[in-house]
Every structure is written in C-alpha cells, then in structure tokens.
C-alpha cells in the first residue's frame, strides 16, 4: 500500500490570514508549441495489457492517510473546473454555481478544519453561458472556462469553430477547451489534426486553451498517446481526456498514457503541460486516486491549478460530505459512505 504521508504541497493551510481568500494561481506561460514531428508521433507506442493491468491496482495501491485525507480533499477542490454543460442551463443555475465555486466548502467546516477559505480552480460552461459566469465571478480571480468548437462532437464548419473561440474569448473566458476532430486521429492524419490544433491555439489569443482528445472514440491507447503529443506540438496548454459525452470517459489507463506523453514532452522539450481528465469522476476516492498518481509520476509540481484541473459536474458534492464526516463523525440522513 503506497500512502501520500505528506500534506499536498499546497493544500490550504491555516495561517495567519485567515479570512482572505485564496485567489488561484491558475496560469503558467503558455505553452508555444512547436514543428510537428512525425518521427516522435509514430514512435510512441503503448502496451495496452500492461498499462491496464497496471492501472487495475491503482486504487488499492494508493490511498491517502488518514490524518491528511481532508488536506487532500481540500486541495483536490482547488483542482476542480466546475462544470456545467447541460442543454438546459441558464443564467440563474451559472449564477448558482459561480456561487459555489467561489465558497465551495462551508465556513464552519472550513473552521474545525482550521483551513483559509479556498475556490475552485474554474468555471467550465457553454459559449452562451460565458457572459453570465464572467459576471458572477468578477474580482474572484477564478477563470471562466468556455467549451467552444462546436463541443461536443466538434463537426460544425471549421470557420464556425475559430469563429465560436474568438467570441468565447471577446466574452471574458480565459480558457478555451476545444475538441479534436477525432476523424484526423482515426485517419492517422497527423498532420491535419496539428494544423486544426495552431489555429485553434492561434483563435484562443491570449486565452488558455485545453485540447479534449475524446478518448473514448480514439479507438486504441497508442492514438491516445499520438493525439496527445500531436496536440502539444499544435500549442496545447493542456491535455484533458474528455467532453463527458462520450459513452466512455476519464479513464486510469487512459490516464496513465496521457500522463507519460506529458513526462514525455517535458523531458524532450522542457515544457510542462497540463492534464484534465474530465467525465464521470464523481467520487472523492477516485480524486484522491488521481492525485496521487500525478504526485507520483509527475511530481507535485503537476498538482497546482495551471497544470491540473478535474473537469466534474458533480465531484465537489462527494467531496463535501466526506468533508462533512471528517468534522463531524457522520454523513446525512440516508448517505452511504463511498470511501469504504
Ligand atoms: O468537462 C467536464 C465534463 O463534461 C464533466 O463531466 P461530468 O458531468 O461527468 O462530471
């Protein structure tokens, strides 16, 4: 059994100044890209069996001791981009959830865990939701996250995409998650799905852009692991699994191959990236899962907010009630413990 024995970097912490929040620090330097090299896309390989096998004893392998475990819980919630991405959102549910987002943890809680107040990483939403987000966040420093070109499925004309990026951004979002044509991928066309990804980088400005591989229709590990470099040579500042859409999502062998592209591209290039696996992760015990993996092939350098972020509609409400039981010894009337 493998313990994270240390507190998260940082994770908040009681201090002196309690009362202030935390403003997140949410952006690196962007990530400038570079010339495609097929050489190194071809070259990457991934050895499905063992990266499954391997990743079938991550759960187990790695869990979190339990002195330190709220520590955790508290640093995953400053990693989360709290997402909203229904056909059915309006201003009032964004509003409500930038609420949230800017005081996601309770204050008496916050308080017997002697911790300083803390945000969520971002703001995830649809383009015509960025506006109403940008509003309710104002002077918060938590980011406005837009899924632009044509999410999910990323089929409308290519003009329309940049088209959709460019407004995103006039908006007042500071990031941009666009989605890959899975098509080029599929295809092997390498070369197609690095020019999409420059004028994706190049609409995006100054704004951070995150490429969504859709990993659940890329067919093999090995096109997760070419898709990932190639979107990281096209300028990627992030590498993030999913829309949440696909019938499958964030994955821990998907993951794992994500994650030794990424060590890969530093080790080669000297650039760090970021990851966001996104979709389906709704327990705190497969957030903890996830740092700890990070921690440990990254490095806790990979657990700050510019270069983590959990994409999750629903991962904070888990994370509250196991807050909840850590202070308190006991969940909700009706709630069955999922950390067991
Ligand atoms: O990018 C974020 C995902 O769409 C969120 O997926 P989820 O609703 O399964 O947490």
């Not at 509003?95 to 008496?108: E, H, I, N, T």
């Not at 666009?178 to 609409?203: C, K, P």
């Not at 979107?231 to 990627?236: F, N, Y």
Request: proline residues 5%; charged residues 25%; hydrophobic residues 40%.
């Amino acid at each position: 059994m493998t313990h994270a024995d240390t507190r998260p970097e940082t994770a908040a912490g009681a201090g002196d100044d309690r009362g202030t929040a935390q403003l997140p620090q949410v952006h690196a330097a962007r990530n400038p890209g570079q010339e495609l090299d097929l050489d190194w896309v071809l070259s990457a390989r991934a050895n499905t069996s063992a990266i499954e096998r391997r990743a079938a004893t991550l759960p187990g392998r790695r869990s979190v001791k339990k002195d330190h475990q709220a520590a955790w819980l508290l640093k995953a919630i400053t990693l989360i981009d709290l997402t909203t991405l229904s056909g059915d959102d309006t201003a009032g549910r964004v509003r409500r959830l930038c609420a949230k987002a800017r005081q996601p943890v309770r204050a008496d809680i916050l308080d017997a865990l002697k911790m300083r107040p803390i945000t969520t990483g971002a703001v995830c939403v649809y383009h015509e939701m960025v506006p109403p987000a940008v509003a309710a966040l104002e002077g918060s420093g938590i980011p406005v996250a837009a899924v632009s070109t044509g999410f999910p499925a990323g089929l409308s004309p290519l003009e329309t995409r940049l088209r959709e990026i460019e407004l995103s951004v006039a908006a007042g979002a500071r990031e941009i998650d666009i989605v890959i044509s899975r098509r080029h991928v599929l295809t092997g066309n390498w070369q197609a799905l690095y020019d999409e990804m420059r004028q994706f980088r190049a609409a995006c400005g100054e704004a951070h852009v995150k490429a969504i591989l859709a990993t659940g229709e890329l067919g093999t590990l090995r096109n997760v692991a070419r898709a990932s470099l190639v979107c990281m040579m096209g300028g990627a500042d992030f590498i993030k699994t999913s829309t949440g859409k696909e019938s499958v999502n964030a994955t821990l062998p998907v993951s794992l191959v994500m994650i030794r592209a990424l060590r890969d591209y530093h080790d080669r290039t000297g650039y760090r990236i970021g990851y966001k696996p996104a979709g389906g992760i709704s327990k705190a015990k497969d957030a903890l899962t996830y740092l700890t993996l990070i921690r440990d092939e990254l490095g806790p350098r990979w657990l700050q907010p510019d270069l983590f972020r959990f994409g999750a509609s629903s991962l904070l409400g888990d994370i509250e009630r196991q807050l909840e039981h850590h202070v308190t010894g006991r969940y909700s009337a009706g709630y069955r413990h999922p950390m067991a």
